[in-house]
């Protein structure tokens, strides 16, 4: 079971981006799903996540309003878009997901991690 982020990169403040996390070695359509990241000298942080079916998505503070979820079952495949960005969304951005249904915010709840891409916002 892999996942693997992609779709960070160098952008200035107020830009948009969207994060893609696909999915191998087996199906995540019955999987819940989150987005964390973890900036330089700080600990790894909930960012968004959504339910299997799409139903629930639950984000950050931080984030909220400026940043989607989404995901794509038939493509294996979960999206963050990331709109008004600011100096400090910079962080390293990291997919996770659970066989558990429900959303959730915590760390310990997610089983499988992707390898993480780097989202640097610049002023």
């Known amino acids: 079971v892999q996942l693997q982020a992609s779709g960070g990169g160098l952008v200035q403040a107020g830009d948009s981006l969207r994060l893609s996390c696909g999915g191998s070695g087996r199906t995540f359509s019955g999987f819940r799903m989150g987005w964390f990241r973890q900036a330089a000298g700080k600990e790894r942080e909930f960012v968004a996540a959504?339910?299997?079916?799409?139903?629930?998505?639950l984000y950050a503070e931080s984030v909220k309003g400026r940043f989607t979820i989404s995901r794509d079952n038939a493509k294996n495949t979960v999206y963050l878009q990331m709109n008004s960005l600011k100096l400090e969304d910079t962080a390293v951005y990291y997919c996770?997901?659970?066989?558990?249904?429900?959303?959730?915010?915590?760390?310990?709840?997610?089983?499988?991690w992707g390898q993480g891409t780097q989202v640097t916002v610049s002023s």
């Open positions: 996770a997901a659970d066989s558990h249904r429900g959303v959730s915010p915590r760390l310990g709840d997610y089983d499988y």
């Open positions: 959504i339910d299997w079916s799409a139903t629930s998505t």
